[in-house]
């Protein structure tokens, strides 16, 4: 569950108007290269069929995407080149404003839930309508920490895996330490905490072991939008193909993660994902593997 929406974006390497985003839109399309994905969302009267088809063509389940009168929810950012955080210009939420999602009765036996980076209040009814679910992540953002710090706590006392980059880390626990930061956002109830951080990887924390992804080198970044929510599609559609998902599952999934992030960030919008082959990423799940692979060597005096 999360957003579909029209972002228009500017970078050093251009600038678009009005393409298709949103985090359910990044978290599913990439999630659907591991997984069936039903997706929870609203739009207005003025989202085209062309958009639909697109997410059909992926095989997501477009059950839960209500449409509204009204338009649909619109973001505008720049980005410098410091291409980690987005300058937010504009933001019109619209048909989002108003949004009280209610799940299809086949939704609620799901056994993976993604809840994007929302109101903290709508994913914690959402989640009250899903059964028994084996497995729950969810996103948020330092708007919602500022906004509605007791409405998320609650929200995370009903989470297993929390997916926030370094500096919401850091917020929410009011330290500066990631390290200590993990223990306490641990605290709070998530049994395991991701944190991305852009260009420099990843950190997860499970219990007491720790876990570190480097980020891929790309030569060409056009777009970081959206690259977090491709991270957790790649790290929850993994996932959701384990049948334990011990410590070994999680840092894997890390790693496709990343590699979903990796592919996303080199067009806008989803245009890299739309031209997207299985065994691309393969290829660079496998080149993540060896960026940090290194053998022993015994160095025996002469």
């Not at 009250?128 to 679910?133: D, F, G, R």
């Not at 007791?150 to 895996?161: F, M, N, R």
């Not at 496998?286 to 960026?291: D, G, P, R, S, Y």
Request: proline share 4%; charged share 25%.
């Amino acid at each position: 569950m999360g957003s579909v929406a029209f972002d228009s974006v500017k970078t050093p390497f251009g600038e678009v108007e009005e393409v298709l985003g949103g985090s359910a839109t990044y978290f599913s399309t990439a999630a659907s290269y591991f997984t069936d994905v039903s997706l929870v969302a609203v739009v207005g009267e003025d989202f085209p069929e062309a958009h639909l088809d697109f997410l059909k063509g992926r095989g997501i389940n477009l059950e839960g995407l209500e449409r509204s009168p009204g338009r649909t929810f619109r973001w505008k950012g720049e980005y410098s080149y410091q291409l980690n955080e987005a300058k937010t210009l504009k933001t019109e939420l619209n048909v989002f404003q108003s949004f009280r999602p209610k799940l299809p009765p086949s939704y609620c036996e799901a056994s993976l839930v993604f809840l994007a980076n929302i109101d903290p209040e709508l994913q914690s009814d959402v989640l009250k309508q899903v059964k028994k679910p084996k497995l729950v992540a969810c996103d948020t953002m330092n708007f919602w920490i500022e906004g509605k710090l007791d409405a998320l706590i609650k929200t995370l006392a009903s989470v297993d895996i929390l997916i926030i980059n370094d500096g919401e880390a850091r917020e929410l626990a009011g330290e500066v330490n990631l390290v200590k930061a993990a223990k306490k956002i641990i605290g709070f109830g998530p049994k395991i905490l991701v944190v991305k951080q852009g260009e420099y990887g990843a950190l997860m924390f499970n219990g007491e072991t720790i876990f570190s992804a480097p980020a891929y080198p790309i030569e060409n970044v056009f777009d970081p939008t959206g690259a977090g929510d491709s991270f957790a599609g790649g790290f929850m559609g993994y996932l959701s193909k384990c049948e334990t998902l011990n410590d070994a599952a999680i840092r894997q999934a890390v790693i496709y993660g990343s590699t979903m992030a990796s592919f996303n960030v080199e067009a806008f919008s989803l245009d890299r994902m739309r031209s997207l082959k299985q065994e691309e990423i393969e290829s660079r799940y496998h080149a993540f593997k060896a960026l940090t692979a290194f053998e022993p060597v015994t160095n025996r005096a002469s």
